[in-house]
């Protein structure tokens, strides 16, 4: 008789490492949304992967980050130190040989967990000293009791098939968590907002880096299986929602377009999407707007 496997894995570190990039390719499909901006991942998502008698419940974070006051920057460091308690094993990713102050703290985080902790440096095909590797990750395991030091790309889907066993041969016995064809605990109204927000940050990331959140404000399907989404997008000065909109409207047809692109391969039914912009001062450090926008930010983490 088969016996069941079922392994809660975290993904760590600090921001613009390849957290997102890393879930999305162990997965097969894209469900974390990417940028080359830090901090584009805010919020704690589950990505779930069955195969056979093994599920393994993969939990991307937001980047730990320091230096950051506002409420959403607490929020977002609390959901990645949450993340990391109660797993069967932690991914602590790093970009190459490149060390920061960040990545010092999300070290002391991982240096503390009780179950498998395997180091992950990823962007090896953008390393160009190889042999650096070697001694790097000497260094960092004299303060950290790594399992296992695993070079990858995300990316270009380099050393994922060794990430893969050994996530397999430290995944413990009990039962599967979420349904076999089950890829996330989040809704699709949540992947509506972040595929909008993506698109944000792609296309705007210079001009807007963190200055944008977006709220689903209806979702409905109609009878010929239609998905209408209308979306609202926060920004905190009149002058960022005219960079938004674009002249005649123009980047907020180019946003809508891409994103409607993205929800139709992702839901699989053809999308009507309405966008809207409203500033709202403040808004990242209002705790109230960050409850409605779908963040814990209680604590002083």
């Known amino acids: 008789m088969t016996v069941s496997r079922c392994a809660v894995v975290a993904i760590v570190g600090r921001p613009n490492v390849g957290k997102s990039t890393l879930l999305n390719h162990l997965l097969g499909q894209k469900l974390s949304i990417t940028s080359r901006k830090p901090q584009t991942t805010r919020h704690q998502l589950l990505g779930v992967k069955t195969d056979g008698d093994l599920q393994v419940i993969f939990v991307d974070t ?3 980050h320091l230096g950051q006051s506002k409420a959403i920057n607490r929020a977002m460091n609390k959901a990645a130190a949450s993340a990391m308690t109660d797993v069967d094993m932690t991914l602590l990713l790093c970009d190459r040989t490149r ?4 990545d010092e703290l999300a070290l002391q985080m991982a240096s503390e967990q009780s179950g498998p902790v395997a180091l992950v440096v990823n962007k090896i095909d953008l390393l160009s000293d190889r042999n650096a590797l070697l001694p790097f990750a000497a260094a960092l395991s004299e303060r950290c009791q790594f399992d296992a030091v695993l070079p990858v790309s995300a990316l270009r889907q380099q050393g994922l098939e060794t990430l893969n066993q050994y996530i397999d041969q430290h995944a413990p016995a009990g039962p599967h968590l979420f349904p076999d064809d089950q890829i996330t605990d989040r809704s699709q109204r949540f992947m509506a907002a972040e595929l909008v927000r993506e698109k944000i940050i792609r296309q705007l990331g210079d001009e807007l880096p963190y200055s944008s959140a977006v709220e689903i404000e ?13 979306a609202l997008i926060l920004v905190e000065r009149a002058g960022q929602k005219k960079i938004l909109i674009g002249e005649s409207g123009e980047r907020l047809k180019s946003i809508g377009a891409a ?12 999308v009507m999407l309405q966008l809207w912009v409203k500033v709202k001062s403040g808004w990242s450090d ?5 409850k409605t926008l779908g963040f814990d930010p209680s604590g002083d983490a």
Do not use: Q
Not at 259 to 270: G, I, N, V, Y
């Open 218 to 230: 209806s979702f409905s399907e109609d009878a010929r299986g239609v998905l209408h989404i209308n």
């Open 62 to 64: 937001p980047g730990i």
């Open 99 to 102: 060390w920061t102050d960040e």
């Open 259 to 270: 994103a409607r692109k993205d929800m139709e391969r992702a839901f699989e039914a053809k």
């Open 286 to 290: 209002d705790l109230r707007a960050l």
